[in-house]
């Protein structure tokens, strides 16, 4: 279930920038899935950040976050990252990595990926923004 390490949290300001971490904690390669970045913030429920697609690095974003998060992968290093840029106060948040097969759309639905439909998780890592 906890098969991924996210790291990279901690307190910035707003405006400030962070970069997110997620690699594997068992013997598992992150290039042959497609990983997704959700982050859950008090009160509130889950929702997702971002996603990359396994085959073709395609990138999904959803509104809140483009032009400030970038998802990227270093396939060499076996890992996965979140750059956060110009963060603001509501995005604090835990924000936790996971894998799911192939692709970011789910076949069944034909939209983004739900929660329910990754497999392997990371423990979370806290993002503070604020002055």
């Known amino acids: 279930q906890v098969s991924l390490v996210t790291s990279g949290g901690g307190l910035v300001q707003p405006g400030g920038s962070l970069r997110l971490s997620c690699v594997p904690s068992?013997?598992?390669?992150?290039?042959?899935?497609?990983i997704g970045w959700f982050r859950e913030a008090p009160g509130k429920e889950d929702e997702g950040v971002s996603c990359?697609?396994?085959?073709?690095?395609?990138?999904y974003y959803v509104d809140f976050m483009k032009g400030r998060f970038t998802i990227s992968r270093d396939n060499a290093a076996n890992r996965v990252y979140l750059q956060m840029n110009n963060l603001k106060p509501e995005d604090t948040a835990v924000y936790y990595c996971a894998t799911t097969p192939v692709g970011c759309i789910s076949w069944y639905s034909g939209r983004l990926k739900q929660k329910r439909e990754y497999d392997r998780w990371g423990q979370g890592t806290q993002v503070t923004v604020s002055s």
């Open positions: 068992e013997h598992i390669t992150l290039s042959d899935y497609a």
């Open positions: 990359i697609n396994k085959s073709d690095d395609r990138r």
